[in-house]
T-cell receptor, first 114, second 112 residues
Framework: EADIYQTPRYLVIGTGKKITLECSQT?????MYWYQQDPGMELHLIHY???????EKGDLSSESTVSRIRTEHFPLTLESARPSHTSQYLC?????????????FGQGTRLTVV | GQQLNQSPQSMFIQEGEDVSMNCTSS?????WLWYKQDPGEGPVLLIA?????ELTSNGRLTAQFGITRKDSFLNISASIPSDVGIYFC????????????FGTGTRLKVLA
């Protein structure tokens, strides 16, 4: 079982609020990712990191930002939430320097902006 | 844009039937992963494939890495109600990149 955790699981917040979605993994993985997914739809990569102090934007443009100060922690922040940000956010990680590069996912954060 | 086409998009089957789904691309992939996602949860890894032609099983699930490296297949034998969910393929295009592209998903519903 993968050791990657996301908090909160569910969040309902008003427009204009600043929010941070937490993601932590205890597997020592260097690579971490954030995906955005509407219910029942495909996953879109919005941010990724290949190590500490490394962050890149993904294939889907997002107003969110990320940071990677510690290997195990990869939080995502929205400075001013809007209803268009309503979605499920999934965090994932993979091993570094290994031929086996399976991505393991957290349980996700379901964000609703009202 | 979308690079992985997954089919079928959805399927209803009777309990006990075998299920087949596939994932295709116009590009060559180095790694294929298959996931299952239940509503409100994160995807759970089912099978990982790393070599063209590789055939790997996980219980009632069997997946294959296509010889052309542009496709992959997942089969579920003797389906049961708990197989219900969305199945996603994910591909990594070439060594040196660790970004995965996800397919559009196959929504499976099992009729008891």
């Amino acid at each position: 079982e993968a050791d990657i955790y996301q908090t909160p699981r569910y969040l309902v917040i008003g427009t204009g609020k600043k929010i941070t979605l937490e993601c932590s993994q205890t597997m020592g993985h260097d690579k971490m990712y954030w995906y955005q997914q509407d219910p029942g739809m495909e996953l879109h990569l919005i941010h990724y990191s290949y190590g500490v102090n490394s962050t890149e934007k993904g294939d889907l443009s997002s107003e969110s930002t990320v940071s990677r100060i510690r290997t195990e922690h990869f939080p995502l922040t929205l400075e001013s939430a809007r209803p268009s940000h309503t979605s499920q956010y999934l965090c994932a990680s993979t091993a570094f320097g290994s031929e086996r590069t399976e991505a393991f996912f957290g349980q996700g954060t379901r964000l609703t902006v009202v | 844009g979308q690079q992985l086409n997954q089919s079928p998009q959805s399927m209803f089957i009777q309990e006990g039937e075998d299920v087949s789904m596939n994932c295709t691309s116009s590009s060559i992939f180095n790694t294929w992963l298959w996931y299952k996602q239940d509503p409100g949860e994160g995807p759970v890894l089912l099978i990982a494939l790393y070599k063209a032609g590789e055939l790997t099983s996980n219980g009632r699930l069997t997946a294959q890495f296509g010889i052309t490296r542009k496709d992959s297949f997942l089969n579920i034998s003797a389906s049961i109600p708990s197989d219900v969910g969305i199945y996603f393929c994910a591909g990594r295009r070439f060594s040196g990149t660790y970004k995965y592209i996800f397919g559009t998903g196959t929504r499976l519903k099992v009729l008891a």
